[in-house]
């Protein structure tokens, strides 16, 4: 398999993720589009350490700059890491919502007022 493949998908996930974040109204379908944008620097993240790891076979590198003998499977600790931050994010995330709608009854993204102040003055 061609290594452009994995990257061009990502690119278009990551696409896709950000068509979603800009033209979506609704709170929950804003927190998938990131999601997926999340997973498509996974999927980069994978395919670099693969693509990197098979290219330097062989390459006798300086110990001080060998990246392989301080970090196997770079690209995977960073995958795992980004697992946990979108964990973190959906469950935020979602418990902001959750409390808007229970608020407003409606968590469309465009008729969120972030200015408290003035809000309790109009209201």
Do not use: C, K
């Not at 950000?18 to 379908?29: C, T």
């Not at 979108?86 to 418990?95: P, S």
């Amino acid at each position: 398999m061609h290594v452009v493949i994995p990257y061009v998908v990502g690119a278009l996930l990551f696409g896709l993720g950000v068509y979603g974040v800009l033209r979506r109204r609704n709170a929950i379908l804003v927190l998938m589009a990131v999601e997926l944008m999340l997973n498509a620097v996974n999927l980069i993240f994978v395919t670099a350490d693969v693509s990197l790891r098979s290219a330097l076979e062989g390459v006798v590198i300086e110990a001080w700059a060998n990246p392989g003998a301080a970090a196997p499977g770079t690209g995977g600790v960073f995958t795992l890491f980004v697992i946990v931050l979108a964990a973190a994010e959906v469950g935020v995330g979602l418990a902001i919502v959750l409390q808007y709608y229970r608020m407003r009854n409606a968590v469309i993204t465009d008729d969120v007022r972030l200015d408290a102040e003035e809000e309790r003055i109009a209201g």
